[in-house]
């Protein structure tokens, strides 16, 4: 069998023969009609849930622009979705970005981006928030940042103590967010507001 292309250096083959393991190995016959192709498929999924560390972040931050506001910027609302790394099952919410410039501010729609680029890789939600933020803060100067993720766990839902509706929250907050009591409070009241 020719080898196929590796999309940004994932093993599609490796993928595909792992999971028609795992399927014999549950019983299943991985040659039947229904299935046949859900190794491949499975693969060509996975090249896109975890594409993640493949891509560098910075390239969103091609843009920035020269500004004088030096109050609070915050995208909320921009639903994610990333992949628990103790279960490979996928968790899925909400993340409101915020930061306060200093001097340099980006185009909204990449805060969405860069929350994409480091979700696409096996997480857990607590690194997830922190590497947003930690990012963000190194990469445009900000005076502050805060990142809020709030997510229900599939593996929490489906398996385990199955608790559906449950919700985790976790926060990051760099800068003045973390030094200035009020301008935590101001972000948190604009993240609450609905
Ligand atoms: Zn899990």
């Known amino acids: ?17 792992a999971v028609r393991e795992i399927l014999y190995a549950i019983g299943e016959d991985p040659g039947r009609e229904g299935i046949k192709d859900t190794p491949a498929r499975i693969a060509r999924m996975y090249a896109e849930l975890f594409n993640g560390p493949n891509e560098d972040p910075r390239r969103h931050l091609e843009k920035v ?91 929490m839902t489906i398996r385990g103590v199955k608790k559906p509706g449950s919700i985790m929250v976790t926060s990051a907050m760099l800068g003045r967010f973390r030094s200035d009591a009020r301008s935590r409070a101001e972000i948190m009241s604009l993240i609450r507001d609905r």
């Open 1 to 17: 069998m020719k080898p196929k292309p590796e999309p940004n250096g994932i093993d599609l083959d490796r993928i595909e023969k």
């Open 65 to 155: 622009f020269t500004e004088n506001y030096d109050e609070i910027v915050l995208l909320k609302d921009i639903p994610f979705h990333s992949m628990c790394e103790h279960h490979l099952l996928p968790f899925i919410g909400q993340a409101h970005v915020g930061y306060i410039p200093r001097g340099k501010v980006i185009g909204v729609s990449k805060l969405a981006r860069i929350v994409s680029s480091f979700a696409r890789r096996p997480q857990v939600q607590e690194r997830l928030t922190t590497q947003i933020a930690e990012f963000l803060i190194r990469e445009i100067d900000a005076q502050g940042v805060a990142v809020v993720m709030e997510a229900s766990h599939t593996c």
